[in-house]
């Protein structure tokens, strides 16, 4: 198996529904993202996937998020936007945009809210 890692980052704003603390208020990040794919077949240039294309797909996912504040978006409407749950936002949507790969796979999604604290999704197989 081969596994390839990019990070990137964005800016946005959000608050805690249902949350006693500083963080029920609102107030903003810049969210550091890690993006980690993986699969076994490599292709005709040895490669998983070009960086440049993976990087893309991110950026792509990230600039819809930049500068937003994350509770008016969709997915948010219902739901806190936690680190947790952005996690899983970012990784089902470059699932979605990886789909046209069949041999790779997302492996797990990280996001940062500090250099200090972050929070993972994954999903098992």
């Given at each position: 198996?081969?596994?390839?890692k990019i990070?990137d980052?964005?800016s946005s ?9 500083p963080?029920e208020n ?8 890690e ?6 077949k ?5 490669l ?6 993976l ?11 930049d ?11 219902n739901i ?5 749950r952005?996690?899983?936002y970012?990784?089902?949507?470059a699932k ?6 069949p ?6 999604v ?7 604290a972050?929070?993972?999704y994954?999903?098992?197989?």
């Amino acid at each position: 198996m081969f596994k390839l890692k990019i990070s990137d980052h964005f800016s946005s704003a959000h608050f805690l529904k249902n949350y006693q603390g500083p963080c029920e208020n609102l107030h903003g990040h810049n969210w550091k993202v890690e993006l980690v794919i993986e699969g076994s077949k490599l292709n005709d240039l040895d490669l998983l996937i070009d960086f440049n294309e993976l990087k893309k797909i991110l950026k792509e996912i990230l600039s819809q998020l930049d500068h937003q504040l994350l509770n008016d978006l969709p997915f948010f409407q219902n739901i806190s936007p936690s680190s947790e749950r952005l996690a899983e936002y970012i990784f089902k949507k470059a699932k979605e945009k990886l789909s046209n790969f069949p041999h790779l796979r997302v492996k797990e999604v990280s996001v940062y809210e500090t250099e200090k604290a972050s929070a993972t999704y994954y999903e098992e197989f």
